[in-house]
């Protein structure tokens, strides 16, 4: 049986990742995944059983790059507005550092049924203050009633313009930020 090295598990979630950005997770086998990063596909099998397993590792480790700090946002705004502005700040700056980690992660939210319950068991654990942002606004008064998943459409869509611009300065975050607060508020 071989033995784990350290150096491989990177190359096989940047593998994950590469492919992912081009192809999609159906068509994703642990044999174009050894061969993208340069192993053998026994070596992928020392780090993970089956493809399940391998992509909803992957998946948590991403959750945990994107979600990291989140918590911290939302203890230092207690004002729901600036935590708002604040959390899409944080998700469009993790999104640009770790474009493809993003692609992958939506890839995988688009296909739930690709990982395992306890993949998505985790990432509701890790995302937790967004879940009780979106709780607060949607018990707010001053924002338009709707269900949750709503309000998650509007806090994707920074990241949207992110992604389709590539870089996003301050001033434009600014102004999407009070674009997607306007459309979220009851006039």
């Known amino acids: 049986m071989k033995s784990k090295d350290k150096n491989k598990l990177p190359l096989i979630r940047h593998a994950v990742f590469d492919l992912t950005s081009t192809d999609d997770l159906v068509?994703?086998?642990?044999?174009?995944?050894?061969a993208a990063a340069g192993i053998s596909k026994s070596t992928v099998y020392v780090y993970f059983k089956d493809k399940e397993e391998l992509l909803s590792k992957t998946y948590m480790y991403v959750k945990d790059l994107m979600d990291e700090g989140i918590a911290e946002v939302e203890a230092a705004h207690p004002d729901l507005e600036a935590r708002i502005g604040a959390l899409i700040r944080h998700f469009v700056a993790r999104f640009q550092c770790y474009p493809k980690e993003a692609k992958f992660m939506e890839a995988i939210q688009s296909n739930p049924?690709?990982?395992?319950?306890?993949?998505?068991?985790?990432?509701?654990?890790?995302?937790?203050?967004?879940?009780?942002?979106?709780?607060?606004?949607?018990?707010?008064?001053?924002?338009?009633?709707?269900?949750?998943?709503?309000?998650?459409?509007?806090?994707?869509?920074?990241?949207?313009?992110?992604?389709?611009?590539?870089?996003?300065?301050?001033?434009?975050?600014?102004?999407?930020?009070?674009?997607?607060?306007?459309?979220?508020?009851?006039?």
Do not use: W
Not at 129 to 149: D, K, L, W
Not at 156 to 163: D, F, G, H, I, T
């Open 113 to 187: 049924s690709m990982v395992s319950e306890e993949a998505h068991k985790y990432a509701e654990a890790t995302a937790a203050p967004i879940y009780r942002t979106f709780e607060e606004i949607v018990g707010s008064p001053e924002f338009v009633q709707a269900p949750a998943y709503v309000y998650a459409a509007f806090f994707s869509l920074p990241m949207k313009v992110a992604e389709m611009n590539g870089t996003m300065t301050d001033t434009e975050l600014d102004s999407i930020i009070c674009m997607v607060l306007n459309a979220m508020k009851v006039r």
């Open 27 to 34: 068509n994703l086998s642990i044999s174009k995944i050894a």
